[in-house]
């Protein structure tokens, strides 16, 4: 088994059989298998983390179960260290996740909470090996998103602050398809979740209205008005995204429906903001109520 072990990392086995040495009943199987590990071959498994429309971990290409965390609050406790991006203080991670335990029991919460994530990511640790994941920077922690680790949303921003920023109508149509949905829906109400939830929605509704824009430009009228309606379903007193379905429609030679657009906006603007329409939605409003 010794010698089995040595060659385990150069072996095509499973996970499953690469975790089964490690765990040997005899220790100097599991010194030979954590050997082989060190030279490199027996690589750790690629992790794969879904947060948009739903929290899931894919850990060497096997889904890995909620049961599998052992405790409901490691799982909690990697999203709020995803969430952050970088690391934070011990004492604001127990805050945020055990606001109700007293400090002593707080803490010893944090710490089965951290040693059940690590066993769930990493269960070819050994005892008192650091984690690559979950890192103690002195009293705080952070996660490592190192190259074996794919988040979707870090992965989402990136491509949609390029495609915005950008004419291609094929990236932004890859960054639409790639929004599986609301950040981490099972936290919508923690605090926690909020800044980045921000963000990304922000992100979406850029690469959304860009793409519409260029749809627009390219003479794809039905595609452009149902970007834009899903927009202003999500934000009715955007004016800006109501002025350009008015104008499509304007040149797509529908009046009546650019009519009942402005119409749209302004009970939006007055029943959200308190407000009227801008200057420039009046006049082009005026406009289309001339004669030809």
């Given at each position: 088994?010794?010698a089995?072990?040595?060659?385990?990392?150069?072996?095509?086995?499973?996970?499953?059989?690469?975790?089964a040495?490690?765990?040997?009943?005899?220790?100097?199987?599991?010194?030979?298998?954590?050997?082989?590990?060190?030279?490199?071959?027996?690589?750790?498994?690629?992790?794969?983390?879904?947060?948009l429309?739903?929290?899931?971990?894919v850990?060497?290409?096997?889904s890995?179960?909620?049961?599998?965390?052992?405790?409901?609050?490691?799982?909690?406790?990697?999203?709020?260290?995803l969430?952050?991006?970088?690391?934070?203080?011990?004492?604001?991670?127990?805050?945020?996740?055990?606001?109700?335990l007293?400090?002593?029991?707080?803490?010893?919460?944090?710490?089965?909470?951290?040693?059940?994530?690590?066993?769930?990511?990493?269960?070819?640790?050994?005892?008192?090996?650091p984690?690559?994941?979950?890192?103690?920077?002195?009293?705080?922690y952070?996660?490592?998103?190192?190259?074996?680790?794919?988040?979707?949303?870090?992965?989402?921003?990136?491509?949609?602050?390029?495609?915005?920023?950008?004419?291609?109508?094929?990236?932004?149509?890859?960054?639409?398809?790639?929004?599986?949905?609301?950040?981490?829906?099972?936290w919508?109400?923690?605090?926690?979740?909020?800044?980045?939830?921000?963000?990304?929605?922000?992100?979406?509704?850029a690469?959304?209205?860009?793409?519409?824009?260029?749809?627009?430009?390219?003479?794809?009228?039905?595609?452009?008005?149902?970007?834009?309606?899903?927009?202003?379903?999500?934000?009715?007193?955007?004016?800006?995204?109501?002025?350009?379905?008015?104008?499509?429609?304007?040149?797509?030679?529908?009046?009546?429906?650019?009519?009942?657009?402005?119409?749209?906006?302004?009970?939006?603007?007055?029943?959200?903001?308190?407000?009227e329409?801008?200057?420039?939605?009046?006049?082009?409003?005026?406009?289309?109520l001339?004669d030809d």
């Amino acid at each position: 088994r010794q010698a089995l072990a040595e060659l385990a990392g150069s072996a095509a086995a499973s996970d499953g059989a690469l975790q089964a040495v490690l765990r040997d009943a005899d220790p100097s199987v599991r010194r030979a298998a954590r050997r082989s590990r060190g030279t490199g071959r027996m690589e750790s498994p690629a992790i794969e983390i879904r947060t948009l429309g739903g929290f899931s971990v894919v850990r060497g290409g096997r889904s890995v179960p909620e049961s599998a965390f052992g405790r409901r609050k490691a799982r909690e406790l990697l999203a709020v260290l995803l969430c952050a991006r970088g690391a934070v203080h011990r004492e604001a991670l127990v805050e945020a996740m055990w606001p109700d335990l007293p400090p002593t029991r707080g803490v010893a919460a944090f710490n089965s909470a951290l040693y059940a994530l690590r066993r769930t990511l990493e269960p070819d640790l050994s005892a008192g090996q650091p984690s690559s994941l979950v890192v103690a920077e002195g009293p705080a922690y952070r996660f490592v998103l190192g190259p074996r680790v794919r988040w979707d949303a870090k992965e989402f921003l990136r491509a949609a602050s390029g495609a915005v920023a950008g004419d291609d109508v094929a990236a932004l149509r890859v960054v639409e398809r790639s929004h599986g949905g609301e950040l981490l829906p099972e936290w919508t109400f923690s605090p926690w979740t909020e800044p980045l939830r921000t963000e990304i929605a922000e992100m979406h509704a850029a690469a959304l209205s860009r793409l519409a824009e260029l749809l627009s430009a390219a003479g794809k009228t039905d595609e452009a008005i149902r970007r834009y309606r899903i927009l202003l379903a999500r934000e009715p007193d955007r004016e800006g995204w109501h002025r350009a379905l008015m104008r499509i429609y304007v040149d797509a030679g529908e009046r009546g429906l650019a009519l009942r657009q402005f119409e749209q906006c302004r009970t939006a603007l007055r029943e959200g903001l308190g407000v009227e329409p801008s200057r420039a939605t009046r006049d082009l409003h005026a406009a289309l109520l001339k004669d030809d």
